[in-house]
Every structure is written in structure tokens, then in C-alpha cells.
């Protein structure tokens, strides 16, 4: 008897009932086996790989699921139960959650309010009769079924088992998630290949060729103007950057105030790290460097610097050199679906719009990676082995949540010690990371890039910071008149609903070249917006341009104003802020950068961690009055502060640490939320300069259609706006939303989208961005 694990399809998408075109069980499970070992084993972890291959699908033999493929009427099983087990009696615990969990997620180890648990399943499957109960009435035993595997000429691998003390629990929920990852990503392309001939040859991507791209690099860089003190520290940056390249593969931090060029040294890092260490190496070594990774806080920074790496490198190498990735508007699992077997069309179709970051250079936001490496779900989770063995470089650190510092820095500390990883954290105001030790289980000493920080602080200093006195307060129409009296300006206040305001009050007294930027744009609308404000500012224009934004401006965002105002918010931010003044260093005195406290009935502030950061600065601005704001040194003393006023006095305090030590992976999917509040993306319907409205056209296509490419998806990413989920809750209700195709995570703005202020126009007086 042939066993199978897929049917077939004819071209228009109806069933093929030909056997012939159908997949043999035997061959997919060989096929996954092979690919899994092969993306564990960068990871150290080729054996389990390949047993979870092996195994994934073993209840695909019992006879109830083969009389499914034949006749959809017939009830579905569970089909990984047995293979569950199987992978429990062998004492492989990360294979057994990986099995388990396939489809649907990696369970939690005990039964809990999150749902099934591991033990549930094997336990159920050693009782005959709760066996039938759990996989649908398949009456079949393991030894039945592994008969069964062999004699389709299929062999269980040796997979010796390893004890796991208290300690190495985390680690070891982090190694299951990375296993995971390899066997969800190695069956998401097998049965690609079978159902999708034409998307998997779309998959072939261009090799990392990094003495080329390093060449590429290098070439802009000396090729950019030398003259000035500026340009200087620029190129004694990126020298540091090379130099330390060639240093042990590991953890770095790289120091450098903003304008220092560290996005381009810190890419000159990753790319002479590769070249130097994958030199000895043979191309089939799983030790080399496969990739980079740049995680960045925001969306905004995310478009400004993919769009610099396609510059440099998509005419040499094409355009899927670079993957921007950080909205999720492809379908996901859901509980509801557990039982369902493969044939599923809408998971199938979730599973193959996932993103497997294969591509060799990858720009991400902290919420993607890190969200992504504490998930349980098999979309999230199938990029994770693509970490291992990368350089990834952290772009603005202070951005981290403090109360979630212990799980994502014990998280990158074992990338870099367990999968190969060579990590750099990056800022101008480099946190006290050292300073939460005891919340830190895994040892916490990175080699600093720059070979002297402060010194180039003190060269790079361009502003002066001017903190209002105790009892100053300034009410918003002074501020707007103030910003309307200056031919560029940039204000940065807390919220949103600051943003509007002010932005309207600005307008009325100077309605010509005033502007608004927030993350209630998307991320098309704001790149045209900088794109002019960038003009104005040109020496070449020097038009005049007045910016009122929330925070997204600070991290990163290249723009140089002549003068800036910030609201009293927390440090680094107001640090950031001045960050995009005087820039470029072409005025010749310092420039200023004015804090301002807005009168108590209009001061608004975020809620939680943000607020608390804000009241410590000012409290640390009264104690250190005269403080060089712009020196590392004062940063470092307030992030001290600022993480024992906030930040955990242990590990297991971090519920996410403390969830994924127990094992309990779906709780600690959902405990680790770096914005706080869970968000929804919405596309909207934006009109471009040119008058073409691509968030629209997307949508009527997955009307039409049911069905996005995953190019397609990528491509919504810039025409979507993140909802906070009270904000689409009330969307819902008022008919603001739709859902082009009903199985799809993907909903779409169907009320005002404004030119200026894109959907700021919502009472969001709460959140930040």
C-alpha cells in the first residue's frame, strides 16, 4: 500500500484525483528530515533536526488519514500526536514540542489556562481508548505506525538524550524554539514545492557575495566628502569598525553620537567580520556566517535604511538582496485550527506568505526579531534558525523595554554563546545594561567598537541642550508661535494627540511648509513627507520647513534642523532629539535644543515605563543641573537609575523569562509585548504624489482574489497603519474597518485618511508614536 501526505491540484486550483501526482508520505518525510538537519545544523542541533523530520508526520500512516486524502468527507485526524510521542519516549524533548506544536504552536509542557499541553498529548495517546478521542478515531499504536515508516525504507537517526538542570531551562526553551523553527520552515518549502512549483523557484535569492558587497560599501564611503572635523570622526569610526572586526566572533557595543555614520561603519563591521572569519572556512562549513540582521526600533528608521542598502547594493545584486520586514498581514494560526489537518487551504497559504529571512541581508524591527524569538506560533517562529550564525546588529539599544531587559538580553547572550551569533548593540546613549546584573543570569561583558567614545562625543557636540527651570511652563499656542516665528524648526512632543494639536495651532499662525509626522502614517506616506522635509532643509533649497512629530524622529531618522524643541520627556529621547540638530555640523556655533514643560493641563504623557522615565529625568536633571548631557558617562549613570527604579531585581521577576524556564511557551509568547499593548495593522487607502493608491489596489485584490503573493505582502507593509487593540476594537464598531477575505489577519481602513495627519485625526492621547 502507497502511503501519501499530500494530494494535488490542477493548475485552476481544483483537486487532481491522479495518485500519481500525488506525494508519497515516505518522500516528504525524507525530504523534511534532510532540509531540518540541514538548518539545524549551523545550530549544533543536526540530529534533532532530522529525527523531528522523521517524525513530524509519522500519523500520516494510520489508515483513517489516508481515507481522508481520498474523501474530504471523512473527519480529520491529529496526525502529530504519534509523532509526539514517539519523540517523548526518547527522553528528545525539543523534538517533541516541535512535533507537537507544527501546526498549530508549541504547546506548554503542563496543562495550564493557555491551553493543551505536552503531557496531555502523550498521555492521552498511551490510553487506547483517550487515543482515539485525540487523533479521530485512528486506533493504530506507535508500533504500528513506525512498522509502517520502516517499511517504506525510512530509519529512526540516534538521537542521544540530554539532561536538563534548573539552570539551562531558559537556554533550553530557546534551543526548542530554534528547532522549531528548522522543521516548520523545512515542511512549510517541502510542501511548497509539491503545491507550488512556480513560488518555490521565486525563493532562488542572491548569495550573501560579501567581499563584493564589502567592496561596494567601502567604494561610497571614501567616495563621500573628507573635508571637516565631521567627515573626520567619521572616518576614525568606521577605521575602529574594520580593526575591530577581525576580533573574536561575540558581543559588541559600538558608541557613537548620532551623525557619526555608525548605520554605514557598523555595516562595514558585519560585512569585514564575515569576510575575515568565513576566510578558512569551506563553503559547506555550517560554522560560516550566513547573513546580517539589522534590528531597528521603529518603521521609520526601517524604510530610511533599507531604502540606503538598496541604493548600494540591488543594482549589483538584485532586489531581494535586502528584506524589509516588520508588518504581519499574511494569515495565522489560530486555536481554532488545531485538528486541522494539511490540507487546510488558508493555513497552507499562511505558512507560504511566512517569511524565512533567507535573504542575506535582513532589516527588521525589536518587535519582529524579539516578538518572533519568544513566539510560539509555527509563521512567527520559521525565520528563527536564520538567526544562528549571522551578525546582527541592535540600532538604538536604550529603545528595549527595561521590564523585559532580563529575557531579551539573556536571549541575545545565548545566540551569541549557543548558535554562532556575533551581536552589536548601538547607540548614541549606550544603557547600563551591566548595571541590571542581577536580573541578568547570563554574563553581560561586550567589547566597546569605538576606540574612544567620549572623546568623540566632545568633538561631535553641535547642540546646546537648554532645560527649562523648575517652574517654567509653556501652554501649546506660545509654543505654536514660537515654531511659526522660526523658518526651520523641529518640535517633538509625547503623544499623538500633542502632535495634532500643535501641528493645527502652527498652521494657523503660518499655514505655508509646516509639517506632521507619526506612526498614524504609513510608512509610504512618511517616507514622501521626509523626502520633502529633507529638500526644504538641503543647502542647496534651504526652504523654509516647520516639523512637528511624535518620537519616531528621534531614533535614527536623518533630518538636520537648525533649531529643535522637545517636550520634557525621558532622557534619551531628548538626547535623540537633539541628534537631529545641526547634524551635519554646518553651524558653526552650537545650535539649540530647547525643553520645554507644557502646562500641567496639557501634559500628557504615555503611560507605564515611558512616564516613569520621564519623571526620573526630571528628577535627575534637578540633581545634575550642569551635567554634559552629551557625554556616554551621564547616560550610563541615568539608564543605572532608571533600571532600579523599573527594571527587574531578578530574572524570574521578567514574566517572560520566568514563563519560558517553565516551558509554558504559549504565555510567554503572549507575555512578550515590547510596545506594551498588542497592535493590529490596518491598510489603508492613501493617495501618492502621483495620485496612485496602491493600499487600495492590494485590497480589492484579496477581495477579488482571497489570496496575496508574499511579495504582495511585503509590499502592504508601507501602505499599513499598527491600531492599539482598543483603537480597532472601536474601529470595528464603527464600520471603520473590513476584512477583504475572512481568513487573513489583514483589515483595511475604510473612513478619512488624512493628507497630513493620516489617521492621527483618532483620540490616541495615550500612546507615544
Known amino acids: 500500500m502507497n502511503y501519501y501526505a499530500h494530494t494535488a491540484k490542477h493548475p485552476d486550483g481544483q483537486p487532481d484525483p491522479d495518485e500519481r501526482n500525488w506525494q508519497l508520505l ?11 538537519e540541514r ?21 500520516k500512516y494510520a489508515e483513517r488519514f489516508q481515507a481522508r486524502l481520498h474523501d474530504p468527507s471523512v473527519r480529520g485526524i491529529n496526525h502529530w500526536a504519534a509523532g509526539t510521542t514517539r519523540a517523548r519516549e526518547l527522553n528528545a524533548w525539543s523534538v517533541a514540542f516541535s512535533v507537537d506544536g507544527h501546526h498549530t504552536g508549541i504547546p506548554a509542557l503542563n496543562s495550564n489556562e493557555s491551553g493543551r499541553s505536552l503531557r496531555q498529548t502523550v498521555e492521552a495517546f498511551a490510553d487506547t481508548n483517550h487515543r482515539l478521542e485525540l487523533t479521530g478515531h485512528c486506533p493504530e499504536s506507535i508500533e504500528e505506525l513506525l512498522s509502517r515508516l ?3 525504507g525510512l530509519q529512526e537517526p540516534a538521537c542521544s538524550p540530554r539532561a536538563i538542570t534548573k539552570e539551562q531551562r531558559f537556554a533550553e526553551a530557546l534551543r526548542t524554539r530554534m528547532l522549531f523553527s528548522c522543521l516548520v520552515d523545512a515542511d512549510f518549502l517541502d510542501t511548497e514545492k509539491h503545491f507550488d512549483v512556480n513560488q518555490t523557484k521565486l525563493r532562488a535569492l542572491p548569495e550573501l557575495q560579501v567581499e563584493r558587497a564589502l567592496e561596494i560599501l567601502l567604494h561610497c564611503l571614501e567616495s563621500k566628502p573628507s573635508d571637516g572635523p565631521v567627515n573626520a ?15 573574536p566572533p561575540g558581543l559588541f557595543t559600538l558608541t557613537a553620537p548620532t551623525g557619526s555614520g555608525k548605520t554605514l561603519s557598523s555595516l562595514a563591521f558585519a560585512l569585514q567580520h564575515i569576510v575575515h572569519h568565513n576566510a578558512e572556512l569551506s563553503v559547506s562549513d555550517a560554522r560560516r556566517f550566513r547573513r546580517i540582521i539589522v534590528v531597528i526600533p521603529y518603521t521609520s528608521i526601517i524604510e530610511q535604511t533599507a531604502q540606503v542598502f538598496r541604493e548600494l547594493f540591488e543594482e549589483s545584486f538584485g532586489e531581494d538582496y535586502v528584506l524589509e520586514h516588520h508588518s504581519a498581514v499574511a494569515p495565522r494560526e489560530r486555536k481554532e485550527d488545531q485538528g486541522r489537518d494539511a490540507e487546510d487551504e488558508r493555513l497552507r497559504r499562511a505558512r507560504l506568505a511566512a517569511e524565512n529571512w533567507a535573504s542575506p541581508l535582513i532589516v527588521t524591527t525589536n518587535v519582529q526579531f524579539f516578538e518572533s524569538l519568544f513566539s510560539n506560533r509555527p509563521s512567527d517562529c520559521r525565520k528563527l534558525h536564520n538567526i544562528g550564525r549571522s551578525v546582527v546588529l541592535f540600532d538604538e539599544v536604550q529603545t528595549l523595554p527595561p521590564q523585559l531587559v532580563p529575557s531579551l538580553l539573556s536571549a541575545v547572550r545565548l545566540l551569541v554563546r549557543d548558535f554562532g551569533v556575533t551581536a552589536v548593540f548601538m547607540t548614541a546613549t549606550q544603557p547600563a545594561f551591566a548595571s541590571a546584573e542581577t536580573a541578568l543570569p547570563y554574563e553581560w561583558n561586550p567589547v566597546e567598537i569605538s576606540s574612544n567614545p567620549s572623546a568623540m562625543a566632545e568633538t561631535l557636540r553641535r547642540t546646546s541642550i537648554e532645560l527649562p527651570a523648575t517652574s517654567d511652563t509653556t501652554t501649546w499656542p506660545a509654543l505654536a508661535w514660537k515654531l511659526a516665528a522660526e523658518r526651520q524648526a523641529l518640535c517633538v512632543v509625547n503623544t499623538t494627540k500633542d502632535a495634532k494639536e500643535l501641528f493645527a495651532l502652527v498652521r494657523a499662525n503660518q499655514p505655508e511648509a509646516v509639517f506632521h509626522l507619526s506612526a498614524r502614517m504609513c510608512p509610504a506616506h512618511r517616507q514622501e513627507k521626509l523626502a520633502e522635509i529633507r529638500r526644504r532643509l538641503h543647502p542647496e533649497a534651504n526652504e523654509p520647513c516647520r516639523l512637528v512629530s511624535t518620537q519616531l524622529i528621534e531614533a535614527g531618522v536623518d533630518v538636520d534642523f537648525p533649531i529643535a524643541f522637545r517636550a520634557l520627556g525621558p532622557l534619551d529621547s531628548i538626547i535623540q532629539t537633539a541628534g537631529r540638530c545641526n547634524r551635519e555640523g554646518r553651524y558653526v556655533a552650537p545650535c539649540p535644543v530647547i525643553v520645554f514643560r507644557p502646562v500641567p493641563e496639557e501634559k500628557r504623557m504615555p503611560p507605564g515605563a515611558y512616564a516613569l522615565a520621564a519623571a526620573k529625568t526630571e528628577e535627575f536633571l534637578a540633581r545634575y543641573p550642569d551635567a554634559p548631557l552629551h557625554q556616554p558617562e551621564i547616560y550610563q549613570k541615568y539608564f543605572a537609575e532608571l533600571y532600579k527604579l523599573i527594571g527587574p531585581d531578578k530574572a524570574e521577576a521578567d514574566k517572560v523569562f520566568d514563563l519560558s524556564a517553565k516551558f509554558d511557551f504559549p504565555a510567554a509568547a503572549d507575555a512578550c509585548r515590547l510596545v506594551g499593548n498588542e497592535t493590529r495593522a490596518v491598510l489603508v487607502k492613501w493617495k501618492d504624489k502621483d495620485g496612485r493608491n496602491r493600499g487600495e489596489e492590494l485590497a480589492e485584490k484579496l477581495r477579488r482574489e482571497k489570496h496575496l503573493t508574499a511579495a504582495e505582502c511585503r509590499e502592504a507593509q508601507r501602505y499599513s497603519v499598527n491600531l492599539y487593540q482598543a483603537e480597532f476594537f472601536d474601529a470595528q464598531a464603527n464600520n471603520y474597518i473590513y476584512q477583504p477575505a475572512e481568513d487573513w489577519n489583514f483589515w483595511v481602513w475604510n473612513s478619512d485618511y488624512d493628507k497630513n495627519l493620516g489617521l492621527g485625526h483618532l483620540d490616541t492621547s495615550s500612546y507615544i508614536q
Open 26 to 36: 515516505s518522500e516528504h518525510l525524507r525530504n523534511v528530515s534532510a532540509l531540518a
Open 233 to 247: 570622526l567619521r572616518r576614525q569610526l568606521r577605521g575602529d569598525c574594520l580593526s575591530a572586526a577581525e576580533k
Open 39 to 59: 538548518f539545524a545544523a549551523p545550530l549544533n542541533l543536526a540530529p534533532q533536526g532530522e529525527l523531528a523530520g522523521l517524525l513530524h508526520d509519522l500519523g
Open 150 to 152: 520502516k517499511h517504506d
